[in-house]
């Protein structure tokens, strides 16, 4: 192993480390040199956070941090990686929130994965818009095509219209107990419905199940229309 080329890597992963902190602390509105100092599990969080700001990819005012566009551009796309990696891991793993760290460090490999194999798997994901946190995930290049190219792929279960099948592809429910209660009727990704009637509310036929949906769940299920053939 190329010991310079290693190091050099350990240092590109500590400032990387730090920036997704910066991101994440700009989410709750407060970046500031001082809570980096105190969120960061780096030892020398102070001396990277320098050497950041000496590489231009951020700048500090009065202990204030913001991004260059350099720098937003980096930490954006460290973000979508690992949200898309908790993404992956919850739908197609089906690991447990919980048990998916946020800042999910156990996610730091994910850094191996290329713009392209990210790309994919937001596609395959049906460009997800969160993490199982719940919190944004950045938009990319798959999205932008996505949203500008294509009638979408992936819609909310409010927009099939009545006697068509889809398949559900994610359901961005925040409530646990609804969650829960949909996956123990078979309401899950991957599983078919059917869109039985849309007033005065939903109902959605899967396997031998009907159920009754208010218009708030429905339109959290994102399903992927099954084309007749
Ligand atoms: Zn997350
Ligand atoms: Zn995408």
Same mark, same amino acid.
């Given at each position: 192993?190329?010991?310079?080329?290693?190091?050099?890597?350990?240092?590109?992963?500590?400032?990387? /480390?730090?920036?997704?902190?910066?991101?994440?602390?700009?989410?709750?509105?407060?970046?500031?040199?001082?809570?980096?100092?105190?969120?960061?599990?780096?030892?020398?969080?102070?001396?990277?956070?320098?050497?950041?700001?000496?590489?231009?990819?951020?700048?500090?005012?009065?202990?204030?941090?913001?991004?260059?566009?350099?720098?937003?551009?980096?930490?954006?796309?460290?973000?979508?990686?690992?949200?898309?990696?908790?993404?992956?891991?919850?739908?197609?793993?089906?690991?447990?929130?919980?048990?998916?760290?946020?800042?999910?460090?156990?996610?730091?490999?994910?850094?191996?994965?290329? /713009?392209?194999?990210?790309?994919?798997?937001?596609?395959?994901?049906?460009?997800?818009?969160?993490?199982?946190?719940?919190?944004?995930?950045?938009?990319?290049?798959?999205?932008?095509?996505?949203?500008? /190219?294509?009638?979408?792929?992936?819609?909310?279960?409010?927009?099939?219209?009545?006697?068509?099948?889809?398949?559900?592809?994610?359901?961005?429910?925040?409530?646990?107990?609804?969650?829960?209660?949909?996956?123990?009727?078979?309401?899950?990704?991957?599983?078919?419905?059917?869109?039985?009637?849309?007033?005065?509310?939903?109902?959605?036929?899967?396997?031998?199940?009907?159920?009754?949906?208010?218009?708030?769940?429905?339109?959290?299920?994102?399903?992927?229309?099954?084309?007749?053939?």
């Amino acid at each position: 192993m190329d010991y310079q080329r290693s190091k050099a890597q350990f240092e590109e992963d500590r400032i990387d /480390e730090l920036l997704e902190l910066i991101w994440m602390l700009r989410e709750e509105g407060d970046a500031t040199i001082d809570n980096v100092k105190k969120r960061s599990e780096d030892p020398q969080a102070g001396h990277i956070i320098n050497v950041i700001e000496a590489s231009g990819l951020i700048s500090s005012d009065h202990g204030k941090i913001s991004f260059s566009e350099k720098g937003e551009k980096r930490a954006e796309r460290i973000i979508r990686r690992h949200r898309l990696a908790e993404r992956l891991l919850f739908e197609v793993f089906e690991i447990e929130e919980k048990q998916i760290e946020d800042p999910a460090c156990e996610l730091e490999h994910t850094h191996v994965l290329s /713009e392209v194999v990210v790309d994919s798997i937001c596609t395959f994901l049906g460009h997800p818009p969160t993490c199982p946190h719940r919190k944004v995930i950045p938009r990319g290049e798959c999205c932008r095509k996505f949203s500008l /190219e294509m009638k979408p792929l992936v819609v909310p279960l409010t927009e099939l219209q009545v006697g068509e099948d889809a398949r559900i592809v994610f359901i961005s429910s925040k409530y646990h107990a609804r969650l829960d209660r949909l996956s123990s009727l078979g309401i899950i990704p991957g599983s078919i419905v059917r869109l039985h009637q849309k007033q005065p509310t939903y109902v959605v036929k899967t396997g031998e199940t009907e159920l009754a949906l208010d218009r708030e769940l429905a339109k959290e299920i994102c399903v992927k229309k099954i084309m007749p053939e």
